[in-house]
Structure formats: structure tokens, C-alpha cells
């Protein structure tokens, strides 16, 4: 069983490093096959200029995605959000009626008109 736990976590490392080397604007093939790039790296993420993605991003404390919903559909009774975490982890969540009605509980009535108005809010937009 440690041997397959390995093999996916090292499935989910290269994944990670290779997303990495994508926001660095870096191609892991061709580095990870011991060929030069001498055309510079730029400092941070931002500095690529990324054309924004279709979808919800939920962002950490430190501008970070954490997760980009590209989907969400109608299975059944449920809803499902599909997505990536951390950028590189395909993810498929499942919302019940149960947890639904939970979310609205834990929001509240101001937090729920906050929520409401956040679309026409300015500012905040990457």
C-alpha cells in the first residue's frame, strides 16, 4: 500500500512542480531534459501577463489560488462544482441539500445581502 501512496504522491509533486514552472513562464519537459532557457524568468506570476480564466478562483492570504470552479452543474438532487485545487488537482465537490441549507445558516441574513452585492462591487478585479 506504500508503494501506491508513493507513486501518487509523486504524481501530485510533478504536477505541482510543473504548474510552478508554468507561472515561472519555464517548460518542465524541456528542463527536466537538461536543456538551457537563457531568455530570463520573470520575477513573479503577474509579470506574464495570463489571460484570465473562465470560472470562480478562491484566493489565499497570500494572493495564491487555491481554487478555480470552471463548473457548475445539475447531477440529481445535488449540485457539482468541478475545478482544479492549487491549480494542477482536478476536483469534482458535491453539494446536498443538507449542506446547502448548513451554508445559509452559517452565512446569515447580513452576510447573505453582502454576498448578494459582491458582483456589483468595484475594486478587487484581477
Given at each position: 500500500m506504500s508503494q501506491s501512496y508513493d507513486i501518487v504522491a509523486m504524481g501530485a509533486a510533478r504536477a505541482t512542480a510543473i504548474r510552478m514552472f508554468e507561472q515561472?513562464?519555464?517548460d518542465f519537459s524541456s528542463v527536466a531534459k537538461g536543456a538551457r532557457q537563457d531568455s530570463g524568468v520573470?520575477?513573479?506570476?503577474k509579470a506574464l501577463n495570463q489571460p484570465t480564466k473562465e470560472g470562480m478562483v478562491l484566493r489565499g492570504p497570500a494572493d495564491e489560488e487555491l481554487i478555480h470552479?470552471?463548473?457548475l452543474q445539475r447531477v440529481g438532487n445535488e449540485r457539482v462544482i468541478k475545478g482544479k485545487?492549487?491549480?494542477t488537482m482536478p476536483m469534482e465537490a458535491r453539494l446536498d441539500a443538507a449542506s446547502a441549507r448548513a451554508g445559509l445558516k452559517m452565512l446569515g441574513a447580513s452576510r447573505l445581502a453582502f454576498l448578494a452585492s459582491l458582483p456589483f462591487r468595484t475594486g478587487g478585479a484581477r
Open positions: 515561472l513562464g519555464m520573470p520575477a513573479t506570476a470552479a470552471e463548473s485545487s492549487f491549480g
